[in-house]
């Protein structure tokens, strides 16, 4: 005959889900709260990329006003439109950041599509309108003289436009490898021009100009596009960081998914899962802050993408898993406080309970003694989510037979059964139970009718 009999108690899964609802509606409360807060943020958070972006169109002004009048016009003409279609980017992008936090890089994407989109017939357009004003200076070729004319004015325009690309964008962060390519071919151009060959320089220096303003073009794109990653990945970046630094306590819940007036110590909790968290969360945000001008488009799309959604999965993983330890820490006193009410029907009284080692994720233990000097010790411990295993050790001063150990578990079950807890087989433990060499916290008698489960 074996004193030790084990099962496992449920909560019904009615129960288990309205919990996990509610856990799961107190997290998506936090969310919006600090989603409204960070809103300031995003409000203009363009109007420095649209001023900057300003400042290059009336410097690129000035500096085409030196190149042959019919290219100096319809450059102008494709800046301003550039500078509108980025106007209406960003104005765009920030609508939509300002409407949901969700699916950022998606809305990014389709945005995105449509400027390039727009970009590419402004670039047909633009090429079309430089081939003809191309061909007008062909037809006005008679001689010599001419032909270095016309060499001399492409050369002299691809050299204004390359000097005013290298100096107003970071080559060597969105286009690595360039600019030495396009220095390559004016080289080329001017030792033909020297050579006395006006016709190789003038197609190879026309070919640099026509490559060079379509490159303008696209690097603007890049940049906006890096832009507004950016911006969408700080941002994200900041909620997170707002939201782990909050949840340093999070709030309790109790069983009927309410909030209770005390906070859960996450470092605790985690058991040092926050704090690498935390460090890594700080890490990207200091790398933003920092040193933006070293990321790349893919570096961004990746910590937008992939980093940051999976330390917020972590987060949330976490923070809910704190949580149900609380909930499940009180299940376990509950559990043992019906158990204790069954055995006072059969003549026993309390001794002595608590956590084991006074840590409430671990152990419940509770003691109880009868007239005849028969102690019956309860052991509720932690299992998975919404499981905890309670342990009977029996030990009767008059011999009890295997059919009256049984019954006295079985009254136990129809107590835990009546409160709408679930009992699953039981089984008899023939080793030692665990944790009963560790002692407890003492619970007085009279403190854990507060906090049963009803």
């Known amino acids: 005959?074996?004193?030790?009999?084990?099962?496992?108690?449920?909560?019904?899964?009615?129960?288990?889900?309205?919990?996990?609802?509610?856990?799961?509606?107190?997290?998506?409360?936090?969310?919006?709260r600090v989603d409204q807060e960070l809103k300031m943020y995003t409000n203009g958070i363009f109007t420095s990329a649209l001023a900057e972006m300003e400042q290059r169109q009336q410097y690129f002004e000035q500096v085409i006003s030196s190149l042959d009048s019919d290219l100096g016009n319809l450059e102008r003409e494709a800046a301003q439109t550039l500078f509108t279609q980025q106007a209406d980017f960003?104005?765009?992008?920030?609508?939509r950041m300002n409407a949901t936090w969700e699916n950022t890089t998606q809305f990014v994407d389709e945005v995105s599509q449509g400027f390039q989109n727009l970009l590419e017939i402004e670039h047909r357009h633009h090429q079309s309108q430089l081939g003809a004003i191309n061909q007008q200076l062909v037809h006005q070729q008679e001689n010599q003289q001419q032909k270095y004319f016309l060499a001399e004015t492409w050369f002299a325009c691809a050299?204004?436009?390359?000097?005013?690309?290298?100096?107003?964008?970071?080559?060597?962060?969105?286009?690595?490898g360039q600019t030495e390519k396009f220095d390559n071919e004016l080289t080329l151009a001017y030792d033909n021009l020297q050579?006395?060959?006006?016709?190789?320089?003038?197609?190879?220096?026309?070919?640099?100009?026509l490559r060079l303003s379509a490159l303008r073009l696209e690097i603007e794109k890049v940049m906006s596009e890096w832009q507004v990653l950016f911006h969408s990945t700080y941002r994200t970046a900041r909620k997170l960081s707002k939201l782990a630094k909050e949840n340093r306590e999070c709030t309790a819940i109790d069983l009927n998914g309410n909030e209770l007036s005390f906070s859960i110590d996450l470092k605790k909790w985690s058991g040092g899962t926050y704090v690498t968290l935390i460090r890594q969360i700080n890490e990207i945000t200091s790398i933003l802050r920092n040193d933006a001008h070293r990321l790349t488009i893919q570096d961004l799309k990746n910590y937008l993408q992939e980093v940051l959604p999976q330390l917020e999965k972590e987060l949330d993983n976490l923070i809910h898993q704190a949580r149900w330890e609380v909930v499940n820490s009180q299940i376990r006193i509950n559990i043992a406080d019906l158990a204790l009410q069954a055995l006072e029907k059969q003549g026993f009284v309390m001794n002595e309970g608590g956590y084991v080692n006074n840590d409430m994720r671990r152990t419940f233990f509770a003691s109880m003694r009868n007239i005849e000097g028969s102690e019956v010790v309860i052991y509720v411990d932690p299992g998975k989510e919404n499981?905890?295993?309670?342990?009977?050790?029996?030990?009767?001063?008059v011999p009890r037979t295997e059919h009256e150990l049984r019954k006295r578990f079985q009254e136990i079950s129809q107590t835990l059964?009546?409160?709408?807890?679930?009992?699953?087989?039981?089984?008899?433990?023939?080793?030692?139970?665990?944790?009963?060499?560790?002692?407890?916290?003492v619970i007085q008698t009279e403190e854990r009718h507060h906090i049963l489960y009803r």
Request: aromatic share 8%; hydrophobic share 35%.
């Open 90 to 95: 960003y104005q765009e992008i920030e609508e």
């Open 417 to 441: 059964l009546q409160y709408g807890l679930q009992v699953g087989q039981m089984e008899v433990e023939s080793t030692p139970i665990p944790g009963a060499v560790e002692k407890p916290t």
């Open 159 to 176: 050299v204004t436009l390359r000097d005013f690309i290298e100096d107003q964008y970071d080559f060597n962060r969105f286009m690595p």
């Open 387 to 397: 499981t905890n295993a309670l342990v009977i050790d029996s030990k009767d001063k």
């Open 195 to 209: 050579q006395d060959m006006p016709e190789a320089a003038f197609v190879s220096a026309q070919q640099v100009y």
């Open 1 to 32: 005959m074996s004193g030790h009999k084990r099962a496992t108690i449920t909560i019904r899964e009615d129960e288990y889900r309205k919990l996990q609802e509610a856990e799961m509606k107190l997290r998506a409360e936090q969310k919006e």
